[in-house]
């Protein structure tokens, strides 16, 4: 070998070893690399001197050294050996502690992952009790391969008395909902998709939960779901609807008991027969007239049908106010009696005096010119009846009082309509029927009601 191939040999083996040593120093100083222990750092330090040795052998032949031994490139060689024999013993050691040490790191990698499944496992336990849910896993052949505690919980079982099985789960459900669950796990597994089902849950003892059943298909032949006991929000909506029927059954019962009539603004009946009573009573002391005038709407029937409801009303409000402004006395009332028919009880009025403001509210209506195509005039008219209170020998009890204007009002009627027709004695023949009296009025309920 000549000087010059010398020379670059030496130059490329203390190359070779330079590049190996910095490339096992980044290696070496990397994190994982602290497996390998002190080991490491005297592979690096017998690699270094062995690129110093190389490093002189080729500042000897660059400048040829006469000085230096002639036993240099020997002692090179010599090293070189050395160091192979010394890194096999090492090295192989090295992989053997590595592979020791991929072991214990794998491990602890394991044993934190296994801690965070059991942590979050503990968090889903803790939301499922604080939610009511709990979660399932079914596969196609009906094995149930996933019940978490919570579903034993809301089935009111112990996971070491009860095994689940697809026959098993279903038979805890009311009878009515087992087969559309079936029918919705059956669809699930066979075709995929997602469903949701309100069913009821029959725990072993004997309290029925309801609970909401959610579940989709997650993989091939796979199903996946949550179970949510709703029963305390199914109780409040019973009870909300139970209030809320409460509520409209006194809303109801405050109507009977308000003494206004919502649609005319008149008194109601309800505040007419408490007021007759009353007048009727005073009158029986006081030995003065009651009179009592009722006003029908002629036709009115025939009105609704002909312009509806909402203008009927609107037509029942006018006549209703036009006739409370007719009675001037302080005592009398205008009521509401029923339908389109307006009762005016007149405190110290005879038949004369309840017939004159009778024609005075006919006429008063006549005068409203309200067009009505269903009347021979062509306009609203009003049938009125006339009667009077004047000693109990002649009338005897309120409702009789009542009874004796509505059969001068039938007489009105009777005789062509927009009139005004007093009661007669001769009318208790000709429409009174005596086999099929109006019941009497019970007057001390009456009372009893007004006073309380």
Same mark, same amino acid.
């Given at each position: 070998?000549?000087?010059?191939?010398?020379?670059?040999?030496?130059?490329?083996?203390? #190359? =070779?070893?330079?590049?190996?040593?910095?490339? !096992? $120093?980044?290696?070496?100083? &990397? /994190?994982? *690399?602290?497996?390998? @222990? +002190?080991?490491?750092?005297?592979?690096?330090?017998?690699?270094?001197?062995?690129?110093?040795?190389?490093?002189?052998?080729?500042?000897?032949?660059?400048?040829?050294?006469?000085?230096?031994?002639?036993?240099?490139?020997?002692?090179?060689?010599?090293?070189? #050996? =050395?160091?192979?024999?010394?890194?096999?013993? !090492? $090295?192989?050691?090295?992989? &053997? /502690?590595? *592979?020791?040490?991929? @072991? +214990?790191?794998?491990?602890?990698?394991?044993?934190?992952?296994?801690?965070?499944?059991?942590?979050?496992?503990?968090?889903?336990?803790?939301?499922?009790?604080?939610?009511?849910?709990?979660?399932?896993?079914?596969?196609?052949?009906?094995?149930?391969?996933?019940?978490?505690?919570?579903?034993?919980?809301?089935?009111? $079982?112990?996971?070491?008395?009860?095994?689940? *099985?697809?026959?098993?789960?279903?038979?805890?459900?009311?009878?009515?909902?087992?087969?559309?669950?079936?029918?919705?796990?059956?669809?699930?597994?066979?075709?995929?998709?997602?469903?949701?089902?309100?069913?009821?849950?029959?725990?072993?003892?004997?309290?029925?939960?309801?609970?909401?059943?959610?579940?989709?298909?997650?993989?091939?032949?796979?199903?996946?779901?949550?179970?949510?006991?709703?029963?305390?929000?199914?109780?409040?909506?019973?009870?909300?609807?139970?209030?809320?029927?409460?509520?409209?059954?006194?809303?109801?019962?405050?109507?009977?008991?308000?003494?206004?009539?919502?649609?005319?603004?008149?008194?109601?009946?309800?505040?007419?027969?408490?007021?007759?009573?009353?007048?009727?009573?005073?009158?029986?002391?006081?030995?003065?007239?009651?009179?009592?005038?009722?006003?029908?709407?002629?036709?009115?029937?025939?009105?609704?049908?002909?312009?509806?409801?909402?203008?009927?009303?609107?037509?029942?409000?006018?006549?209703?106010?036009?006739?409370?402004?007719?009675?001037?006395?302080?005592?009398?009332?205008?009521?509401?009696?029923?339908?389109?028919?307006?009762?005016?009880?007149?405190?110290?009025?005879?038949?004369?005096?309840?017939?004159?403001?009778?024609?005075?509210?006919?006429?008063?209506?006549?005068?409203?010119?309200?067009?009505?195509?269903?009347?021979?005039?062509?306009?609203?008219?009003?049938?009125?009846?006339?009667?009077?209170?004047?000693?109990?020998?002649?009338?005897?009890?309120?409702?009789?009082?009542?009874?004796?204007?509505?059969?001068?009002?039938?007489?009105?009627?009777?005789?062509?309509?927009?009139?005004?027709?007093?009661?007669?004695?001769?009318?208790?023949?000709?429409?009174?029927?005596?086999?099929?009296?109006?019941?009497?009025?019970?007057?001390?309920?009456?009372?009893?009601?007004?006073?309380?």
């Amino acid at each position: 070998m000549t000087m010059g191939q010398a020379e670059l040999s030496a130059l490329m083996s203390a #190359l =070779a070893y330079a590049a190996v040593t910095l490339a !096992l $120093l980044q290696i070496f100083r &990397a /994190r994982d *690399a602290a497996i390998l @222990g +002190r080991r490491r750092w005297v592979v690096a330090c017998i690699l270094a001197a062995e690129a110093g040795l190389q490093t002189l052998l080729l500042l000897a032949l660059a400048h040829k050294w006469r000085t230096a031994p002639a036993s240099l490139p020997l002692a090179a060689a010599a090293g070189q #050996l =050395a160091i192979g024999l010394c890194l096999w013993p !090492l $090295l192989a050691g090295m992989k &053997a /502690r590595l *592979a020791r040490a991929m @072991g +214990r790191c794998l491990r602890r990698r394991i044993e934190h992952a296994n801690s965070q499944a059991e942590s979050a496992r503990a968090i889903l336990e803790l939301a499922e009790s604080a939610a009511q849910f709990g979660h399932w896993r079914v596969d196609l052949t009906g094995r149930v391969f996933e019940w978490s505690t919570a579903m034993y919980r809301l089935h009111g $079982l112990t996971p070491a008395s009860f095994l689940p *099985a697809m026959d098993q789960v279903l038979a805890l459900f009311h009878p009515e909902d087992r087969q559309s669950l079936a029918n919705a796990l059956a669809a699930v597994l066979a075709e995929g998709g997602e469903f949701e089902l309100k069913l009821r849950l029959c725990r072993p003892d004997g309290e029925q939960r309801h609970v909401i059943m959610r579940g989709r298909a997650t993989g091939r032949a796979v199903a996946a779901g949550v179970l949510v006991d709703v029963t305390l929000q199914h109780q409040a909506e019973a009870s909300l609807r139970a209030a809320n029927a409460a509520v409209l059954q006194a809303n109801a019962t405050l109507r009977e008991m308000t003494l206004e009539d919502e649609l005319t603004g008149l008194s109601n009946r309800r505040q007419f027969d408490l007021s007759l009573v009353h007048e009727f009573k005073r009158a029986v002391r006081s030995g003065l007239p009651l009179g009592l005038a009722l006003i029908d709407i002629d036709h009115f029937r025939d009105y609704n049908k002909i312009y509806g409801s909402v203008a009927g009303d609107a037509c029942l409000r006018r006549v209703a106010q036009a006739i409370k402004a007719v009675p001037r006395r302080t005592g009398d009332i205008v009521a509401r009696h029923r339908g389109g028919q307006i009762a005016v009880l007149l405190p110290l009025a005879d038949d004369r005096g309840a017939a004159r403001v009778a024609t005075v509210i006919q006429e008063t209506v006549q005068a409203l010119r309200i067009a009505h195509s269903g009347d021979e005039t062509g306009f609203l008219t009003v049938s009125c009846g006339a009667a009077a209170f004047t000693s109990l020998a002649d009338v005897n009890n309120p409702q009789e009082l009542v009874r004796r204007a509505g059969l001068a009002l039938d007489k009105a009627k009777t005789e062509g309509r927009n009139r005004v027709a007093r009661f007669e004695p001769s009318l208790n023949g000709d429409l009174y029927d005596f086999h099929n009296p109006p019941p009497p009025l019970d007057m001390e309920r009456l009372i009893k009601n007004h006073v309380s």
